[in-house]
């Protein structure tokens, strides 16, 4: 009775670490970094400095990198992996998006072609500022600007590998 017992305590023991293991595993970084397809250059743009240069965050789940421009104008890109499971965060439907003026000045709503997808566009002639949002993969995309035109948007985004995005955000 007594080997009996201790078999199945040792049972037990060996699922809750097993089930503790994979639990770690799923919280692990999986896949390769995203930093590489943050573009390090844009014509009229300055570099700013990495958002997280000393890698204190888990940069195959996000990056995000800014640049500046004249007479204060700035871009804020950012690529998010979305993860299976993550019930907070999903990737966007973009043909389900309103589309056209958006109620309180809120600015105008398009899809604009990029090189090979398409992009939601929301912009704001009066305020001079927008929001680009594109998905690859299961990785969302999405640029802020503010003091710029639409189309720095757009010009922005055709500088990211889309391609490469879709092939490692899976």
Not at 135 to 147: P, R, Y
Request: proline share 5%; charged share 20%.
């Amino acid at each position: 009775m007594r080997k009996s017992q201790q078999a199945l305590l040792t049972a037990g023991l060996a699922a809750a670490l097993a089930a503790s293991i994979a639990n770690a595993a799923s919280q692990q970084p999986s896949g390769p970094a995203l930093d590489k397809f943050i573009p390090m250059k844009l014509a009229g743009w300055k570099t700013d400095a990495p958002f997280d240069a000393e890698h204190m965050s888990d940069h195959t789940s996000g990056v995000t990198q800014t640049y500046t421009g004249k007479s204060e104008s700035g871009l804020t890109l950012d690529i998010v992996r979305i993860r299976p499971g993550n019930r907070a965060m999903s990737v966007p439907r973009l043909e389900q998006a309103q589309l056209g003026e958006l109620p309180e000045g809120g600015g105008f709503a398009s899809l604009q072609p990029l090189k090979d997808r398409k992009a939601l566009v929301v912009y704001s002639k009066e305020n001079g500022s927008g929001k680009l949002t594109a998905v690859a993969g299961k990785c969302v995309i999405t640029i802020d600007g503010s003091g710029i035109k639409q189309d720095q948007l757009v010009t922005a985004a055709n500088a990211i590998d889309m391609k490469g995005l879709d092939a490692v955000c899976l």
